[in-house]
């Protein structure tokens, strides 16, 4: 058979299991938005038949066996050849997993999940720690079987971001450490911006309008995608042409719609910038976690907090709402959503004290996988860690370890993607800001489509060919350096809080 056949068997494999997964998607997307009470119940059943469908397909040898012929046959086209690379990859550890132990695992995250909204409602840690243990305990056998260098939790950071390891990790947290403690105390040293008017009554409906307005000025394309509400953020995508994000209004909180749909809108821009051509292959998905946060982070942050970005928007948001901002000057209104303060919440958290509550939850969970950490010990330890660097006592479990969902599904190795998307973020601007001619003046006038344009090319299109650090290097120069975002960081916050 030609490398052509046997090529056009592969992707019609990788199609059909792509396709299932995707219509799961869509009902998993209705479930978070539009499900009626009722439905619930044959749902999980539906969704459930679904994904072992896709799973028999996909593992079936026949797809292995073809890959490795296409291998041999050494295809001259570059991004056919990292196709079959990637799924091969994807699919030899795909295989690792035995039946027993995804049925195990989904057992035991569906009781942790449901044990963790108690323990959390309860503000009751020991109604979680059973299966958090149990959790830990699968997860250390995941890496086992997995296999890795080092330190398990490498295996684990692997599936979210593709080459990652402790060592590394380490060594930029503790850069990131020293810099941000000292850089923070100057900060909390100075008066806090005056922010009392985001917190007035802001009307629902002219707010998603307004939210609307940014998503379009973005260039999100509402004929192949659509927002609609949900109690937690997100986006889903279900091919290039049809992403779905979702935003929550809050009326005394203006900053909740406003972020979330920015920060929402950045992760499906850059859906929406993946190749059709490769639809359900690695060249046409997105290059990890990290580089997708990188793009969303862009936006809400490096974009959506920037004064330029206001210049362009701020009276929009005056004419909207004149009863609560007829009276801040742009400049306050800019300082009052940069403001720094050290808090119990992750997403609730600036852009400068993020970063501490993902240094706490890597180290928690590398030394819960390492098993240097008692996971009885972790409430103690969680409240410790907040104490010496954030300087914050946490009063209750539920503003402690039981605030964020991640452990309860099992995800263990995701935080630190956070983290590293920012400071990715942070160096494809810098680069960006180099590159696209008047790149900030169109900004501060409302014309985002250079800065699309830019990340469309230089990042979007590229889907998995590069793995992360490769792809940094490719659009950068270099791999990841914390310099840049330092010196942001610096630069922004000096200036805002008058730090000489
Ligand atoms: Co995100």
Redesign the pocket.
Known sequence: MSSNDLYKQYTDIIHKVVDIDYASAVLQWDQETYIPEKGAEFRAQQLSTLSGLAHDIYVAPELGTIMNELIKAKLSDRIQSRNVELSHKDYFREKKYSTDFVIEISNETSKAFHNWVKAREENNPSLFLPNLEKLVELKRREADFLGYEDHPYNALMDDYEPGAKVKEIDVLFTEVRNHLKEFIKRIAAKPAPKSDFLFFKYDKQKQWDFGIDILKQMGFDFTAGRQDISVHPF?TSFNPKDVRITTKVEENDFRSMTWSCI??GG?ALYEQGLSSEQYGLPCGEACSLGI??SQ??LWENVVGRSLNFWKANYSKLQNLFPENLSAVSLEDFYKSINAVKPSLIRIEADELTYHFHIMIRYELEKRMIEGSLKVTDVPDAWNEAYKNYLGVDVPTYRQGMLQDVHWSHGSFGYFPTYSL?SFFAVQFYNTAKKEVFDLEKNISEGNMKPLLDWLREKIHKHGRYYNPQELCEVVTGEKLNYRYFKQYAEEKYSNIYNIG
């Open positions: 986006t920060h929402e992760h997708h946060e969303s982070r998307g």
